[in-house]
């Protein structure tokens, strides 16, 4: 089981947009930043979101951090076929002195 | 253009070892924590260690905690993990990443697959 809980698949229409949960505690995502990674089929992991809400230089605008107390989401509005990939948060956990990621949400662009 | 190249990975048998390394350019690696991150076939991703620029700070997931050693030799711009014990668990792809503790996981490479079968 992972520390943090993201929905195991999610799915949208092209042009639509879509948001991913991930919900962890004060240890974690409550007392520190979030970051989002993006893992397209067959790839390594790429930065997505860092500190909650910032973008990367060449990530487009169409995705988007938020966070509220111990819960954060990332948006992705205009979906492309492209934008079919596996989605991770992630963030470092004091109690337990460690980095923890959610699960991973399949994004389906359907 | 920071890149990151490991390498090392390969088939080995239950209780075998294996040492991963990954090469640094691009950026002031001596200036950067480094952290292992894992995935298993199929599976999600799982932090492994994580060793500061100086070396003076290290952690270990609890599922790899006494069997695997990280180091660094800033001078080479190389990171290392030495793999003991193996166990069929192990089995994955192995990232190493930058990040600082409480930061972000920057950069990725693109990993080298470690397979632990007898």
């Known amino acids: 089981q992972s520390v943090l809980t993201q929905p195991p698949s999610v799915s949208a229409a092209p042009g639509q947009k879509a948001t991913i949960s991930c919900s962890g505690s004060?240890?974690?995502?409550?007392?520190?930043?979030v970051s989002w990674y993006q893992q397209l089929p067959g790839t390594a992991p790429k930065l997505l979101i860092y500190d909650n809400t910032k973008r990367p230089s060449g990530i487009p605008d169409r995705f988007s951090g938020s966070k509220s107390g111990t819960s954060t989401t990332l948006g992705i509005t205009g979906l492309q076929t492209g934008d079919e990939a596996d989605y991770y948060c992630?963030?470092?956990?004091?109690?337990?002195?460690?980095?923890?990621f959610g699960g991973g949400t399949k994004l389906t662009v359907l | 253009e920071v890149q990151l190249v490991e390498s090392g990975g390969g088939l080995v048998q239950p209780g075998g070892s294996l040492r991963l390394s990954c090469a640094a350019s691009?950026?002031?690696?001596?200036?950067?924590?480094m952290n292992w991150v894992r995935q298993a076939p199929g599976k999600g991703l799982e932090w492994i260690s994580h060793i500061s620029s100086s070396s003076r700070s290290i952690y270990f997931a609890d599922s790899v905690k006494g069997r695997f050693t990280i180091s660094r030799d800033n001078a080479k711009n190389s990171l290392f993990l030495q793999l003991n014990s193996l166990r069929d668990e192990d089995t994955a792809v192995y990232y190493c990443t930058t990040g600082k503790v409480g930061g972000t996981l920057d950069y990725w490479g693109q990993g080298t697959l470690v397979t632990v079968s007898s």
């Open positions: 992630g963030t470092w956990d004091n109690s337990l002195s460690a980095w923890v």
């Open positions: 004060s240890s974690n995502i409550g007392n520190n930043f």
């Open positions: 691009g950026f002031t690696f001596s200036a950067y924590s």
